[in-house]
């Protein structure tokens, strides 16, 4: 398969829980990568609510994995009608699924997906179950994204950082070598606002970050959330999207928890830079938290050097983690690795992925 140009679909439930992003693109598996088109497909608050119920691997996982597992099959059906395309001209699904349990500590990582009921549903070969060899290998299994970040960025003056913020924030820092690169999440992304929004107000988020630039950072309980090992520890490590105890928010307003929880991720993103070999001379952010003014505007005050959304770039924001899951369905099929030692700790660069042919 040496040379073979993909046509390749990614698939991702993120950790915010709002849906399924599929993103179609072109590749080689190295330096080629051609997006083709990006789709987000919603799930519904009763889903969210069934999906919610199973974090942690309790409850009715099994029947939460099918249902999941025939909402991305819904996802591709809209992708392939939305682009004009058949099954049999896309070569390859990557799966993501959806992570219930991240505890590498323990060598073990849970993404629900049934990778072969996806492939008989729609008719195309799946690759699915990224991050278990990672783990096994005792790799943290996150993040997964590095090296497509690193096929995109080409020639950017480096060093710079891309900085996806979901449910969990994430920096891939990338030197001015094709190794120098450096991964981990930094800490909270949008989970914990996220959450705090749902819990008050029914709303999925804080849209746009207009509740946070209404309140006032309790700077008291924002130094306790930062008190936290994980801060210090060296890369690589990564998060489950439930590691900080948030029972002390109970105290404060809407506005104000919610500018605490954003100033706490800002913050977090800031840490990151000790254990950064050199400052980046720019950031680049994807993943939902860039349209969050009240935090890009935090971050911007805090890092001292550019801060924008890789969407002026000609990337899609919205669509480089599924981008991502299908460049690395592709690497998976072809051999190459997933991860590396400074992407995600595992001993020597790894593959990856559980492969679910047709039929």
């Known amino acids: 398969m040496a040379g073979q140009v993909f046509t390749a679909l990614g698939l991702m439930s993120g950790t915010s829980m709002d849906g399924i992003d599929a993103a179609l693109i072109r590749t080689d598996g190295h ?15 009763a889903f969210r609510d069934r999906l919610r119920a199973v ?23 809209s992708a392939l009608r939305v682009h004009d395309l058949t099954p049999d001209q896309v070569d390859l699904i990557g ?22 009921r996806l492939a008989a549903s729609t008719g195309i070969d799946v690759v699915f179950d990224f991050r278990t060899a990672d783990v096994k290998a005792g790799g943290q299994g ?3 994204v590095p090296l497509y970040h690193q096929a995109l960025v080409g020639d950017l003056e480096r060093p710079v950082a891309i900085l996806n913020i979901g449910g969990v924030a994430n920096v891939t820092w990338l030197g001015p070598g094709e190794l120098d690169v450096l991964a981990f999440d930094t800490g909270p992304g949008n989970a914990l606002v996220d959450d705090l929004i749902l819990s008050r107000t029914g709303e999925p988020y804080d849209d746009g970050g207009r509740i946070a630039a209404t309140g006032k950072v309790d700077m008291d309980l924002l130094v306790r959330l930062l008190d936290h090992g994980y801060f210090q520890a060296p890369p690589p490590k990564s998060l489950d999207r439930d590691a900080w105890n948030r029972t002390a928010l109970t105290n404060l307003d809407t506005a104000d928890a919610a500018a605490t929880l954003t ?28 349209r969050n003014e009240t935090l890009m505007w935090m971050l911007a005050e805090r890092l001292g050097v550019p801060v924008s959304p890789v969407d002026g770039l000609g990337w899609n924001g ?42």
């Open 55 to 77: 974090l942690g691997g309790v409850g009715d996982v099994a029947g939460v994995e099918q249902e999941l597992t025939d909402l991305h099959a819904d996802a591709v059906a």
């Open 318 to 359: 919205d669509a480089l983690e599924a981008e991502a899951f299908a460049y690395l369905a592709v690497r998976s099929r072809l051999g190459l690795p997933l991860s590396l030692p400074g992407t995600t700790g595992v001993p020597e660069p790894m593959t990856g992925g559980r492969f679910s042919p047709v039929g």
């Open 142 to 144: 996150a993040p997964l």
């Open 263 to 290: 100033a706490f991720t800002a913050e977090s993103i800031v840490r990151a830079l000790d254990h950064l070999p050199t400052p980046p001379r720019r950031w680049l952010v994807c993943g939902g938290g860039r």
């Open 31 to 45: 330096g080629l990568v051609e997006p083709l088109g990006f789709l987000f497909a919603p799930y519904r608050r």
């Open 95 to 116: 799966f993501h699924g959806h992570t219930i349990l991240h505890a590498p500590d323990r060598r073990h990582t849970w993404q629900i997906g049934d990778g072969a």
